[in-house]
């Protein structure tokens, strides 16, 4: 994951087709489409699980229907709770036999029709329930080769947030992505400081609805708000030259283009 700073390669969030998508054929040939775009810059693939709980194929299920390529430095597959032991075993089998190492690993969000892996089904037999500690954990000792990373949520009370990383990165997580920034943040200054060997990819949010993000930030921004997702890109960059980046809901018509040139 160093490398990846060290080389300036963005990490481009596409989201899988969903189940229930009006026309499957149109969306499978959209999923390629973005997938192979960002294989051919040679950024990397991060392909989410499930994201906010609304039912897709998972990342595996598409790269093998659809033949595409997979380079194992450029595919990072996002990785929740909310599975079946058997669906995790055959994705994790099949992500290995195609060569794909990387992993997001995070508690999730699931609905009603997502089976909730318990305790005892991953022998995590001291927890209560399941989080991403004890996925990592399983992850890392049936795949001792994956390269897992953790999320960080500077908007969360900092001591418990801090607290639940330590265990992240005692389960085996090597590197850790956070939720989206818009501006200079101090307790992403102080991650910074504590963990200065571990790479720290943060999200740029590349969308203009900056309101959405109220929930995540915990103050409401008015739908009003004015915001120029690659002008503060450019920003974030400045700021926190020895990190990388996620960017999150970019845009692949209107905005792809202009982030070819932004990190040099």
Known sequence: MKKHIENKKFHVEIVPTKHNVEDIEAGLALFAEKYNRVMESGYNACLTDNAMG????????????????????????????????????????????????????ITGDGNDKLHKLEPEEIGADNAKVVTSVELIKYVKDRYPDAVIGCAFNPYEPKEQEFAKLEKKIAAGATFI??????????????????????????????????????????????????????????????????????LSLLGFKTQYEKITDIWK
């Open 54 to 105: 609304h039912m897709a194929f998972q990342g595996h299920e598409l790269i093998s229907e659809l033949e595409l390529p997979v380079d194992p430095e450029l595919v990072t597959i996002h990785l929740n709770t909310f599975h079946e032991k058997a669906a995790l075993d055959e994705l994790l089998e099949t992500n290995h036999e195609l060569g794909i190492k990387y992993y997001l690993i």
């Open 177 to 246: 992505m956070t939720q989206p920034i818009i501006e200079k943040n101090a307790v992403i200054d102080e991650l910074l400081e504590k963990y200065p060997d571990i790479p720290v990819i943060l999200e740029a949010w590349m969308s203009k609805k900056i309101w959405l993000l109220s929930e995540v930030v915990g103050h409401e921004i008015p739908e009003t708000t004015e915001f120029d997702p690659i002008q503060t890109l450019k920003d974030l960059i400045a700021l926190y030259p020895t990190c990388g980046w996620y």
